[in-house]
């Protein structure tokens, strides 16, 4: 069983920062934390930031040049630093990680967040 445990949410002035941390735990082997969805009310989970092919970076056109993915594989962590806050980044946020296991993928998601930001 792994547990994905969310941290670093709050209310924050728009322009402001926050960092985002998501830590593994449990049965970690072969764990691999991805990266960062969001949801905000009425609205479907999208993504924000997340790790593809390795140390290569996706992120969504909304928080380009605002935001930044990193992560520790050794201690199975994965940060988002996130300046210049808008309030439309008002939203739960969601880490998230994958595990291959018999060539099948399987993800598994934190608790979420809850990232607010006032105008």
């Known amino acids: 069983q792994v547990q994905l445990v969310e941290s670093g949410g709050g209310l924050v002035q728009a322009g402001g920062s926050l960092k985002l941390s998501c830590a593994a735990s449990?049965?970690?082997?072969?764990?691999?934390?991805m990266g960062w969805y969001r949801q905000a009310p009425g609205k479907q989970r999208e993504l924000v930031a997340t790790f593809i092919r390795g140390t290569n970076t996706n992120y969504a056109d909304s928080v380009k040049g605002r935001f930044t993915i990193s992560r520790d594989n050794a201690k199975n962590t994965v940060d988002l630093q996130m300046n210049y806050l808008k309030p439309e980044d008002t939203a739960v946020y969601y880490c998230y990680a994958t595990r291959t296991i018999g060539g099948k993928i399987y993800d598994y998601w934190g608790q979420g967040t809850q990232v607010t930001v006032s105008s």
């Open positions: 449990g049965s970690t082997f072969g764990i691999n934390p």
